[in-house]
């Protein structure tokens, strides 16, 4: 052959292809997105378009579907009926203000600007935002200690909580979107919906105690040293929110019950976004599982047909890619999670281990006049203290615990395709091992760390470092 | 006709030669230009061909004047530090000037590969035109650089008016005269003063050499971040119309993607990354190193500070500064890593049809390679980025610990008013 023609003859090959990529670039057809502004959403219509429909809605509102009489044959359904009562009441903290989040019809789902939801997810941000500024300014009024610390990190944390949910919130109906789109309905798990609702029941009833210990131990405290004719309420309000009442703001009785309220509605936030985190996984794993399942059963059977394994890789791409976008939407909430849970075991500890569980706060409260007034005869600040911490801990470890699985079980298809046999052995299992093997598919917090089981073991192991660091302050005062 | 013939082949090649590189780096290189540290001719140039590196020539002239002014302040600096007792704040100003004296090195450096650079670039540019719909990459790195820059003077600016205040309530005067001036030189330039023999008219000169010369290294400091900054936005920006060409004919079912022609596309990138890594690697080095020692060293000082309004304004605004400028180095730099990551999400996605020899090579050079910019001997990444911020908490957790006996002990009067490490 001859060897001068070939070089001609590739590189000739290699213009034509040259030509050919600029044809396919030119083509109008292709949108490189040069103007991204263009896609407008099909589902708002003008606004007359959007008043005429509501006035339809209320004239001859749609018949209600019951939850319980329909099947649930699509992963939508599943998603929205587990996820209800978490995003509902998520709702009332003003945290994820979408409306009409539990509908059944994914294209009433929208984030409006102009929803009261909305407003009072930011009204209670801003209050938080405020309470941040004045207990950071406390701060450095005095000087650095635990309590005026743990004030300023807890309505940081949750403000920054708040504000990052009204993101999610933002997202939350391409998020919808795809999870209606995506083709997965073979793979649904029913009893995800049960053990999201007993994940729900477990978070809400440990919080609410939580926040009862607190206000039990902080009133038995008002109480005990309640000088003889005045008000338990007042007295206890400015007890307890130093940071408003040092900086001479009169005290009125609506103040209090507002930032009463301000409290709950903090204490719960704090410990929500970790149930978010743990619905949100146990859902994508449910996934992630049924097709482990299907796997295995197929490698345990003995022949089947290329295309079944191409579907198997297909329907496996689509559930990763279901995971990153879940994730794009929730890592900034998982990351914030991570951050404040380690903050606040870290203080928490140092805390405990520094000062003893019974501090000196509880010897000078022995020499108030009405000690011992509460129903546990003085152990009230030791109950809440030791509840809380182990409440702390143990939410951190099952939230890190619950969206490792996320990995882990996209790992699993990798032992069950080296089993098949040689004979079932093509191109489609080796394209479907490389992905397994070269994709990482996992929660993430901002794409700065995945959440796989060796983060646990590295954040307890800074916790260690930092405790021991922390602790040498103490001995040497 | 011959003459519009002629201004149209002027202006194609005009056309031909447009290196958006050279376009958007150009008023920060201006700038580094006239603050004396890149002799290099030819930036306002349209035409790339004209950017050299010039022996001869005003600027160069300049240059060797600054490089001689930082190499005398970067010893005598050396000579305090190793003359006197070790303290922190004579170790942060000797390495502001020895990083910076560094710097001022690897610059030099820079500006005489420069030309060859732009030319590397250019040919790159010219490679890739295809795919390129990045319209807005100018107007990006000019503002970076200025908003950047001038946040940096309006820093330095407040240290001078803060300390020359700190000197007045000091001394119980309460205007600028000629005690103020003389005290403020001699406290501030101590390191320089010593050194030298004072009368009033010498001492003024000294002072206001020492002044200017500082503030060239106050420049150059903020410089070098925003420099990697603007090579980031500028390779980031490649890789996300790389991805964005991928994905709109992913979504084009009907036409065969093109992948054997994509992935030369995507091997010219990551030539040109590798290539402005070169010249980079150092930079970035440099660029952590100081970061960390002066964050790390501020938050120290955080402990010493009084609670006064003025101190309490500049020391929030110094460090928030510092802080944010390290936070976007870091997470512009580890764009460059994630866009490229993209392309491997799509190759998943690809049919069984589709799945050529070429897809596979693509998919094994995406999994196989680290593409993105290095610092010598790390990768900057976004885990990276958390990594250091680990460090930063260790060693601020050690280093007030180690020192909290210091602290009580410390009745410098000076040092409770103007810590050291102010520009």
Redesign the interface.
């Known amino acids: 052959m001859d060897t001068t023609k070939q070089p001609i003859v590739s590189g000739l090959s290699n213009q034509l ?2 030509l ?3 044809a ?2 030119s ?1 109008n ?6 103007n991204r502004k263009h896609i407008k959403s099909t589902t708002r219509g003008n606004f007359r378009e959007r008043i005429l429909r509501k006035v339809q809605n209320r004239i001859s509102p749609e018949p209600i579907q019951e939850d319980s009489k329909i099947p649930l044959t699509c992963q939508f359904q599943l998603f929205q009926t587990a996820m209800k009562h978490l995003l509902i009441s998520g709702q009332f903290m003003g945290l994820n203000p979408v409306s009409r989040i539990s509908d059944h019809s994914p294209t009433k789902i929208r984030f409006t600007v102009l929803s009261w939801k909305f407003v009072y997810g930011v009204t209670i941000g801003i209050a938080q935002a405020c309470a941040t500024v004045l207990c950071f300014c406390k701060l ?2 005095d000087s650095v200690n635990i309590v005026a610390l743990a004030y300023f990190a807890f309505y940081l944390s949750t403000g920054c909580n708040t504000f990052i949910f009204l993101r999610v919130a933002s997202k939350w109906p391409t998020l919808i979107k795809h999870v209606y789109e995506t083709q997965l309905d073979s793979y649904i798990d029913v009893k995800v919906k049960n053990k999201c609702f007993a994940a729900y029941i477990i978070f809400f009833s440990m919080s609410m105690t939580e926040h009862m210990l607190s206000l039990l131990s902080k009133f038995v405290i008002t109480m005990d040293c309640l000088p003889k004719g005045s008000d338990l309420f007042e007295s206890y309000i400015i007890r307890n929110f130093p940071w408003l009442f040092e900086f001479d703001v009169p005290y009125y009785l609506p103040i209090g019950v507002i930032l009463q309220f301000l409290t709950l509605v903090s204490t719960i936030n704090w410990s929500y976004s970790d149930l978010f985190i743990v619905c949100m996984s146990i859902y994508l794993t449910s996934i992630l599982k049924q097709i482990n399942k299907k796997i295995e059963m197929a490698g345990n059977s003995n022949h089947l047909p290329i295309p079944f394994w ?1 579907t198997l890789r297909e329907d496996y ?1 689509r559930a ?2 279901l995971v ?1 976008s879940f994730d794009d939407t929730i890592s900034s909430v998982i990351f914030l999670s991570f951050a404040s849970n380690l903050f606040f075991i870290c203080l928490q500890l140092y805390n405990i281990l520094s000062n003893g569980v019974t501090s000196k706060y509880n010897l000078l409260k022995e020499m108030c006049p009405n000690y011992p007034s509460g129903p546990l005869g003085g152990y009230e600040q030791i109950m809440y203290l030791l509840f809380s911490l182990s409440f702390l801990l143990g939410r951190s470890l099952v939230v890190s615990l619950v969206a490792a699985k996320v990995h882990s079980a996209s790992m699993v298809p990798a032992s069950a395709l080296y089993n098949i046999p040689r004979n079932m052995y093509c ?2 299992i080796q ?1 479907f091992l ?2 397994v093997h ?2 990482k598919v996992a929660l993430s917090g ?4 995945y959440v796989t089981r060796s983060l646990v073991l590295s954040v307890a192991g ?1 916790i260690v ?2 405790e021991l ?2 602790l ?2 103490s001995n ?1 005062d | 006709m011959v003459l519009e013939a002629h201004t149209q082949i002027q202006y194609c090649t005009a056309k031909a030669n447009y290196c958006e590189f050279h376009a958007g780096l150009r008023h920060l290189m201006r700038l580094a230009r006239w603050a004396g540290f890149f002799p290099v001719q030819g930036l306002s140039q349209t035409n790339p061909d004209d950017v050299r590196f010039e022996f001869r020539s005003l600027y160069a002239l300049y240059h060797a004047i600054t490089v001689i002014g930082q190499t005398v302040m970067t010893f005598l600096a050396f000579y305090s530090f190793v003359d006197s007792n070790v303290s922190l704040s004579v170790v942060s100003n000797f390495l502001f000037y020895f990083t910076n004296y560094v710097t001022l090195v690897l610059l030099w450096r820079l500006s005489k590969n420069w030309s060859a650079l732009i030319s590397k670039t250019l040919e790159f540019e010219q490679s890739v035109t ?2 390129r ?1 990045t319209r807005n990459l100018v107007s990006r790195t000019n503002t970076l650089t200025y908003v950047v820059l001038i946040f940096a003077m309006i820093e330095h600016a407040l240290s001078k008016v803060f300390n020359i205040r700190s000197v007045m309530c000091c001394l119980g005067e309460t205007s600028l005269n000629h005690t103020v001036i003389n005290n403020y030189f001699k406290f501030k330039w101590k390191f320089v003063f010593d050194y030298f023999s004072t009368s009033t008219t010498y001492s003024y000169f000294v002072g206001f050499i020492a002044e200017f010369l500082c503030m060239q290294a106050t420049f150059l400091w903020s410089f070098t971040d925003v420099l990697i900054m603007c090579f980031s936005i500028y390779l980031s920006s490649f890789f996300e119309d790389f991805n ?2 991928v994905s ?2 992913m979504k ?1 079912a009907s ?1 065969t993607v ?1 992948w ?2 994509l992935r030369v596309q995507y091997s010219q990138i990551v030539l040109i990354v590798k290539q402005m890594d070169e010249q980079l690697d150092y930079f970035v080095l440099i660029s952590y190193f100081t970061n960390l020692f002066f964050i790390c060293f501020q938050l120290y000082n955080s402990l010493k500070a009084t ?1 006064s309004v003025t101190y ?1 304004t500049y020391y929030v605004f110094s460090f928030l500064f510092l802080v944010t400028r390290a936070l976007l180095l870091s997470i512009m730099a580890a764009n460059v890593h ?1 866009c490229a990551q993209v392309p ?2 799509a190759l ?2 690809v049919p ?1 049809a589709d ?1 050529s020899l070429d897809v596979q090579r693509f ?1 094994l050079q995406l ?1 196989y390679t680290t593409v993105g910019l290095s610092g010598v001997c790390f990768n900057v990444t ?2 990276m ?2 990594r250091v911020i ?1 460090t930063i ?2 060693y601020e ?2 280093l ?2 180690l020192t ?2 210091n602290l009580d002990n410390d009745t410098s009067i000076r040092d409770y008013y103007l810590p050291k490490h102010l520009i």
Request: no cysteine; aromatic share 10%.
């Open positions: 292809e040259a050919n990529f600029k396919l670039l083509d057809s292709i949108n490189l997105n040069r450095l009024k191409r791409t990763t890619r990153r191109s489609e394209r490389d992905q070269g994709d901002l794409r700065f760390f800074t470092t930092y660091v922390l040498q302050f040497e | 295809e795919i719909t964005s060409t709109s004919f084009k036409k093109p054997s022609t609670a309490l994630s491997q999400l998943y996605e069984t799945y998919q999994r976004r885990g980025i958390l680990g908490v260790t957790l050690v007030i610990q909290k006996k």
